[in-house]
C-alpha cells in the first residue's frame, strides 16, 4: 500500500508516474521524508519523471506568471523579434514561430530531414537566464512600456523562486540516494538555470490531418539535471513509455511535472533515467485546438563545478560508466 503522500499521476504500458506530495519531504518527520524521497528517487529511476504537488510555489505566483508570458506573446512581432535569443552560449532572449524543431538529432542534414518530414515546432519561446551576466543579457521588453517593467520584474522573482525548489528537489534526491541531503546545494546555488516561456498557438485539427507526424514540439529529452515543467490545462505532453510508445501526461490541476535531464543521468552513473518527450495535438476532438502555455524552468549546476559521478553510485561489480567534466 502506497503511503498517503504517494500515488499515480499516470498509469499505462508499463509507464508509472507517480504524484507525491511534495510536502511530505520538507516538512515531515525523518521516515517520512525518507520514504518519499526514495518514492521521488524511484520516479526518476523508472519513469524519469515525477508530479509534485504541495511543492512550496503559491499558487498566485504560478497564475501571475502564466499572465505575464501569454501578454508578452501578445506584443507586436517586431517587438519580440528586437528581443530575439542570439546564441547557445547567451541562451537567452525570443524565438519566433517556425524557428525551431527540437529533437535529439545533432547532426544538420538529419535535423534538416527531420523539419521536412515533421514540419518546424508549432510554437514561440522566450528564454531567460540568471541575470547580471555581463557577456550574456536577458533580453527584456521593459524597453517599451510599464508592462515590460511589469514582467520583467515577475519573471526574475519566478525565476528565483524555482532555484529554491530545485535546490529542494535535489535533496529530495540525495535524502532518496542515501547521501548526505545537502550533497548538492554547491552545486546548486548559482541559479545557472533557465527560465522558458512557451507558447503553442491556436492550431487546426486539419494542421495534423494534412501532416500526421507534425508536432508542436519534437521528441527529446532535455539536457540538464532536471527540468520544472508548469503546464496549462491544454494538454498535449507526451511521454515514452517502456514499451516505446508515447503516453499522455494529462495535465494536473496545481501540480508540476518535474523530469531528470541527461546530465543528471550521467552524474547519477545512469541511476537516474532521462526519458524522451514531446508535445502533440491534444487529445480533445476539436476543429480548432486552443492555444497552450506552458512554463519550463531548465535547471543545471553551477557551470563553474566539475560534475563526476555522485558518491554510491558505482562500485567495483558497477564502475564509472563516464569520465567527469566541467559543465
Not at 499505462?12 to 520514504?35: K, N, Q, Y
Not at 535524502?175 to 546545494?185: N, P, Q
Not at 532535455?222 to 495535465?251: C, R, W
Request: hydrophobic content about 35%; proline content about 6%.
Amino acid at each position: 500500500m502506497k503511503p498517503a503522500a504517494i500515488s499515480s499521476a499516470v498509469s499505462s504500458d508499463s509507464l508509472e508516474i507517480p504524484l507525491i506530495d511534495f510536502s511530505a519531504f520538507v516538512s515531515g518527520d525523518a521516515t517520512t521524508r525518507r520514504t518519499t524521497a526514495r518514492a521521488l528517487l524511484e520516479g526518476f529511476q523508472t519513469a524519469g519523471f515525477i508530479y509534485l504537488r504541495n511543492h512550496g510555489i503559491p499558487r498566485a505566483d504560478v497564475q501571475a506568471t502564466f499572465a505575464e508570458s501569454a501578454k508578452f506573446f501578445k506584443r507586436p512581432q517586431t517587438q519580440k523579434e528586437l528581443m530575439c535569443w542570439t546564441t547557445p552560449e547567451a541562451n537567452r532572449g525570443y524565438s519566433q514561430p517556425g524557428r525551431e524543431k527540437t529533437t535529439d538529432l545533432t547532426d544538420a542534414a538529419d535535423i534538416e530531414a527531420k523539419r521536412a518530414e515533421e514540419g518546424a515546432d508549432l510554437k514561440e519561446s522566450m528564454e531567460i537566464g540568471r541575470e547580471g551576466e555581463p557577456d550574456h543579457p536577458n533580453q527584456w521588453p521593459d524597453q517599451f512600456d510599464e508592462d515590460g517593467k511589469v514582467f520583467k520584474k515577475q519573471m526574475l522573482a519566478f525565476h528565483d523562486t524555482c532555484k529554491e525548489l530545485h535546490v529542494k528537489v535535489m535533496s529530495a534526491i540525495a535524502v532518496g540516494l542515501g547521501i548526505d541531503e545537502h550533497y548538492f546545494d554547491s552545486f546548486c546555488d548559482g541559479g545557472d538555470n533557465t527560465l522558458r516561456l512557451l507558447h503553442y498557438p491556436e492550431v487546426r485539427h486539419e494542421v495534423f490531418v494534412k501532416n500526421e507526424n507534425q508536432v508542436r514540439a519534437g521528441a527529446h529529452t532535455d539536457y540538464g539535471s532536471i527540468t520544472l515543467l508548469f503546464q496549462d490545462m491544454a494538454g498535449g505532453l507526451q511521454v515514452l513509455s517502456p514499451n516505446k510508445n508515447f503516453i499522455d501526461a494529462t495535465p494536473i490541476e496545481i501540480t508540476i511535472v518535474v523530469n531528470a535531464a541527461d546530465l543528471l543521468a550521467r552524474w547519477s552513473n545512469d541511476r537516474l533515467k532521462s526519458t524522451k518527450h514531446r508535445v502533440v495535438e491534444p487529445p480533445t476532438k476539436a476543429d480548432v485546438h486552443p492555444a497552450r502555455y506552458s512554463i519550463a524552468y531548465f535547471c543545471n549546476p553551477n557551470f563553474d563545478r566539475f560534475i563526476e559521478a555522485i558518491p554510491g553510485t558505482y562500485s567495483v561489480e558497477s564502475p564509472k560508466k563516464y569520465e567527469g567534466i566541467n559543465r
